[in-house]
């Protein structure tokens, strides 16, 4: 059952994550990179923790947010929250 609710999120991240950078979900993976990959920018970075924030009734660290490199980055930091 944990790994149904791991997937879960993971497909749930990812949605968001397409929605706001406006590519299709298949393309996007537990591992590309925030930058390389999806060409974040820190500006991004933000918008994107106050929608997880406010997709997930969270409130992220500011320092843990620091580390994200890659979209499973996100997963973990969601899954410990």
Do not use: H
Not at 8 to 34: C, F, P
Request: glycine share 8%.
């Amino acid at each position: 059952m944990p790994g149904f609710m791991n997937d879960d999120l993971e497909r749930q991240v990812i949605q968001m994550l397409s929605g706001y950078l406006q590519v299709d979900r298949r393309t996007i993976k537990a591992d590309s990179r925030l930058v390389e990959d999806l060409c974040v920018d820190s500006l991004g970075v933000v918008e994107i923790v106050m929608s997880v924030n406010e997709t997930f009734g969270i409130d992220l660290p500011a320092a843990a947010v620091k580390e994200w490199r890659t979209v499973g980055d996100i997963c973990c930091l969601v899954r410990g929250a």
